[in-house]
């Protein structure tokens, strides 16, 4: 999956566009030689150290990782889930209604 | 001898201190040589699979030829030659300390171990004394957070009854906030599964959730009880987003509002 990510957010750096996390790993320690080997850029809100059983996650609900939302330039939820291609297409549509399409 | 009492009390007080003191020393220890023995065994193991022999015959099992059985039997004897840590033996050891500290504040991190571990015969009748002489204390905080996954392996009844008894000895709200949580979660799964329920599960259920909302509002148990809720009504499509404000991995504070203006992918991740 950080391949998909790595070049979305490579492809869409002079858009308004952003990729946001929520991680859920609990040892920080332990993800941050991650961040570095796999160049997860992206900025992250993090769970805290309980997990997938952190206070973000568990307020939303979420129950599956990973879990997508995409949201328009407005603030509105306009997508859930989708992944690979389908977020690519979700996420050009959307920068499409603000006139600045993604190509 | 008018003071022997006063004397008596203070004996039998220090001897409790200590023997607390001693029991968390205890605990403490048990802990840590069995994180040791659990870490080495991955050390060891890890050694193993790295070695060329053993990729080796990784490969060679992988094709699917005449060969692979004799190398997976190969494969097999080189890792049982380090002994995986077997938790029913640490159960033993867990168990040994609950009935050393047996009726005491002491025994409950034991208890607590017992219930949480797999693998082993003690974590029924650890979650019964639990039930029965600790569920006032303190230290069933973690074992509270467990009760949807331990249903599985103890049985739904017994969860039903640790919890129950937790929501009507313990004082403190957040564990209780917890343990209404886990009851609630015991009638059913919160999303999904509301059919098999009956009515008077469902009302019963839907008691237990706002009572854990009411207990402790801002815990985590009252975030995940009120998620159902959540989703319907703030997390639909065509809903603005809510607000999440949080610290990033420099621990640096911002919102999700901060990107308003741009193209969310809102994306829950871990490395795993």
């Not at chain 1, 490579?10 to 080997?37: T, W």
């Not at chain 2, 343990?179 to 009956?198: F, S």
């Amino acid at each position: 999956m950080y391949p998909h990510e790595r070049s979305l957010v490579k492809r869409l750096a002079n858009k308004p566009f952003a990729l946001i996390g929520i991680n859920s790993d609990k040892d920080l320690a332990k993800l941050r030689p991650r961040l570095k080997e796999e160049n997860i850029s992206w900025r992250s809100f993090w769970n805290g150290p309980k997990g997938t059983g952190g206070p973000i996650s568990a307020k939303w609900g979420v129950r599956g990782w990973p879990t997508i939302y995409i949201l328009d330039h407005k603030g509105v939820i306009r997508f859930k889930g989708p992944r690979g291609e389908k977020m690519d297409k979700a996420v050009d549509q959307l920068l499409e209604e603000m006139g600045t399409s993604g190509n | 001898m008018k003071y022997l009492p006063v004397v008596l009390a203070l004996l039998i007080a220090g001897s409790a201190i200590a023997q607390g003191g001693s029991a968390k020393a205890d605990y403490d220890k048990l802990v840590k040589e069995f994180q040791a023995t659990t870490e080495a065994y991955s050390a060891k193991l890890k050694a193993i699979r790295g070695t060329d022999e053993y990729k080796e015959l990784s490969k060679k099992a992988r094709a699917r030829d005449a060969g692979s059985t004799e190398a997976r039997s190969k494969l097999r004897a080189l890792t049982s030659a380090v002994q995986r840590p077997r938790p029913a033996d640490w159960a033993e050891k867990f168990n040994a300390g609950a009935e050393k500290y047996a009726g005491t504040d002491g025994a409950v991190p034991y208890l607590v171990w017992l219930a949480k571990t797999r693998g082993h015969d003690h974590a029924s009748s650890a979650l019964d004394t639990i039930a029965a002489k600790h569920a006032a204390s303190a230290h069933v905080a973690d074992v509270v957070d467990m009760f949807s996954v331990l249903g599985r392996s103890v049985g739904r009844d017994k969860v039903r009854a640790v919890a129950t008894a937790i929501i009507e000895n313990n004082t403190n709200n957040q564990i209780k906030a917890n343990a209404y949580y886990g009851r609630a979660m015991n009638w059913g799964e919160l999303e999904g599964r509301e059919t098999i329920l009956n009515d008077e599960e469902k009302a019963k259920k839907a008691a237990d959730i706002a009572a854990c909302i009411k207990a402790d509002p801002d815990s985590i148990a009252a975030l995940r009880a009120n998620a159902a809720t959540f989703i319907k009504e703030r997390l639909q499509i065509g809903h603005e987003a809510p607000d999440i404000e949080g610290k990033d991995f420099d621990g640096v504070s911002f919102k999700l509002s901060d990107y308003r203006g741009k193209v969310v992918v809102l994306d829950f991740w871990g490395d795993w």
